[in-house]
């Protein structure tokens, strides 16, 4: 008894701190399946202002949704193969961050993308992180590609080298100008 007391409270514990580590290990996701609709029917702040939908991101082309957040290691690691991906696509694919969860709050959002020379729209999913909810993600970076329909071709759980983002982007382009 005294055991199973230890862990749910160092459970409660660890999961009440923001997160120090450089890599939250998520689950897959219980929600999303190859095929699935994404969960679209969300708005979120935008940073730089403004609100921003995943329909209105996407607008009828594949896209990439990236979850992060600041004090990820990994997601930073990441960032800038996203931003060097997204600029190479150009119109032809909707790159959408969402920064979730954040404890750094928006000078560390800002700090980070001026650094990684983030281009496309960063969302911000406040401390309730309702998006990553509807998501089914549980840990950082995680990121879901959509065909130009929306629907889910691919998830990936942890961080993801451009050549890795390429061999998957790569052929939805193709298919949405069909």
């Given at each position: 008894?005294?055991?199973?007391a230890?862990?749910?409270?160092?459970?409660?514990?660890?999961l009440s701190?923001?997160?120090?580590g450089?890599?939250?290990?998520?689950?897959?996701?219980?929600?999303?399946?190859?095929?699935?609709?994404?969960p679209?029917?969300?708005?979120?702040?935008?940073l730089?202002?403004?609100?921003?939908?995943?329909?209105?991101?996407l607008?009828?082309?594949?896209?990439?949704i990236?979850?992060?957040?600041?004090?990820?290691?990994l997601?930073r690691?990441?960032?800038?193969?996203?931003?060097?991906?997204?600029?190479?696509?150009?119109?032809a694919?909707?790159f959408?961050?969402?920064d979730?969860?954040?404890?750094g709050?928006?000078?560390?959002?800002?700090?980070?993308?001026?650094?990684?020379q983030?281009?496309y729209p960063v969302?911000?999913?406040t401390s309730v992180?309702v998006v990553a909810?509807?998501?089914?993600?549980?840990?950082?970076?995680v990121?879901?590609?959509?065909?130009?329909s929306?629907?889910?071709?691919a998830?990936?759980l942890?961080?993801?080298k451009a050549s890795?983002?390429n061999?998957?982007?790569?052929?939805l382009?193709?298919?949405?100008?069909?």
């Amino acid at each position: 008894m005294l055991v199973v007391a230890f862990v749910a409270y160092a459970l409660t514990l660890a999961l009440s701190r923001p997160p120090t580590g450089s890599l939250v290990v998520p689950s897959p996701s219980a929600t999303l399946h190859d095929g699935s609709p994404a969960p679209e029917h969300f708005s979120l702040p935008r940073l730089g202002g403004g609100r921003l939908s995943l329909a209105v991101a996407l607008d009828g082309r594949p896209g990439v949704i990236n979850f992060f957040a600041s004090w990820c290691t990994l997601c930073r690691e990441e960032l800038s193969d996203f931003a060097s991906t997204a600029r190479h696509y150009g119109e032809a694919v909707a790159f959408v961050g969402v920064d979730t969860d954040d404890p750094g709050g928006l000078p560390a959002l800002h700090s980070l993308v001026a650094e990684t020379q983030v281009g496309y729209p960063v969302l911000i999913d406040t401390s309730v992180a309702v998006v990553a909810h509807a998501y089914g993600i549980s840990g950082l970076p995680v990121t879901i590609i959509l065909d130009a329909s929306g629907k889910v071709r691919a998830e990936f759980l942890g961080r993801v080298k451009a050549s890795t983002l390429n061999a998957v982007v790569s052929p939805l382009v193709g298919s949405s100008t069909a």
